[in-house]
């Protein structure tokens, strides 16, 4: 089967770098999207990784490691509307479908 | 450029109901994916279409039934509601199966089972 673990909660201060971390065992690996949603919204696409290294998108960061099933995802010069749940979700096999974790719940303190 | 559009957006029905869920893909997109998030869970995998047809099913019941229209627009049913229906539905677009392709989420449609 699909593992995915993620921390449930984080907290983290205005203007500062959070690292979000998703580690992961399953078979068929295929590829892996970080996610974030706000309270009450859709999930909105921030990364993907399929190959090992780092993926720089703005603010956003995301590192994958295949041989260790780790990834993380990198937030630099935080804001306040960054509070949100991010998602970690693993594509397995071919097709489309994705497994995700719980999601971490990042609040942004002043 | 149109999202991916769900409807309704709020739905409350008794237990042992049906509920008929609909979304419309982005435009060019030919899969469709459900999605189930419970509260305080994580998403689960529901179903997937591409090109009419479905080809992958996630671990629910055979109450949760679905199908793709020829403008692959797509209808999620449940039927014989029962309370821990309760969830949020999201519906995902992506061009066709294709290694790399992302998919992008709709807003949702919250189903209150009472």
């Known amino acids: 089967g699909q593992n995915i673990d993620q921390p449930t909660e984080m907290t983290a201060t205005e203007g500062a770098i959070v690292q979000i971390n998703c580690t992961y065992q399953t078979s068929g690996f295929n590829g892996l999207f970080w996610y974030q949603q706000h309270a009450g919204e859709a999930p909105t696409f921030l990364s993907y990784n399929v190959l090992d290294g780092l993926e720089e998108k703005g603010r956003f960061s995301s590192f994958l490691s295949r041989s260790k099933g780790y990834s993380y995802l990198l937030l630099k010069e935080l804001q306040m509307k960054d509070s949100a749940s991010y998602l970690c979700?693993?594509?397995?096999?071919?097709?489309?479908?994705?497994?995700f974790g719980t999601g971490t719940q990042l609040k942004v303190e002043l | 450029e149109a999202g991916v559009t769900q409807s309704p957006t709020h739905l409350i029905k008794t237990r042992g109901q049906q509920a008929t869920l609909r979304c419309s893909p982005i435009s060019g997109h030919t899969s469709v994916y459900w999605y189930q998030q419970a509260l305080g869970l994580g998403l689960q995998f529901l179903l997937w279409y591409d090109e009419g047809e479905e080809r992958n099913r996630g671990n629910f019941p055979p109450r949760f039934s679905g199908r793709q229209f020829p403008n692959y627009s797509s209808e999620l049913n449940v039927n014989a509601l029962e309370l821990e229906d309760s969830a949020l539905y999201l519906c995902?677009?992506?061009?066709?199966?294709?290694?790399?392709?992302?998919?992008?989420f709709g807003e949702g449609s919250w189903l209150t089972v009472v």
């Open positions: 995902a677009s992506s061009l066709r199966d294709r290694t790399g392709n992302t998919i992008y």
């Open positions: 979700a693993v594509r397995t096999g071919g097709g489309n479908k994705l497994t």
